[in-house]
């Protein structure tokens, strides 16, 4: 799918094989001299193959809180509305709005949490971000090496017993 003056094309040659991926590049070079040279036929037709109408309303990304909700429900197999801690992270992600990836780590970083709420939420995000990215949804995983907060340990009260 490329785009040409503003609109997106797309044209498909059959399935993926030796044949094809070889027609392909045929096409690609006739269309990057057609382009130059005022020829380009944007109804596709002089190319070969079927030609399918791109619809702008499907492309748009779907929201972090769905993406979030249907790696939830899928791949963890579990329900944000019984698991606290996905619950949690999924109402922040509501109160963050839609976001791209490059935001999301200044908005948990801004967030007042304790170490230990933080690095959960850090891990739980890491694991979401990478799914994201073998989803081809985001490019990058951006929690990716960010450091856990160390956690201060408190000493527990301890009872003496008499005997």
Known sequence: MSRYQGRRYS???????KINLK???????QIELDIPNSQFDNTLVNYGGKVFQFNEELA???SIVVCFEKWVKEYKQLDCNKNSDYH??????????????????????????????YNKRLSMLNWFSNWMV???IWTVNPFDGVSRRKVKKTEKKRSHSIY
């Not at 948990?108 to 304790?114: A, K, S």
């Open 88 to 117: 949690h992270l999924r109402n922040t992600l509501r109160k963050w709005g839609e976001i791209n990836s490059s935001e999301t780590l200044h908005k948990l970083n801004n967030e007042n949490y304790c170490s230990k709420s």
């Open 11 to 17: 044209l498909s040659l059959g399935q993926y094989d």
């Open 23 to 29: 027609s392909a590049k045929k096409i690609v070079l």
């Open 60 to 62: 748009k990304p779907l």
């Open 134 to 136: 073998k989803q081809n």
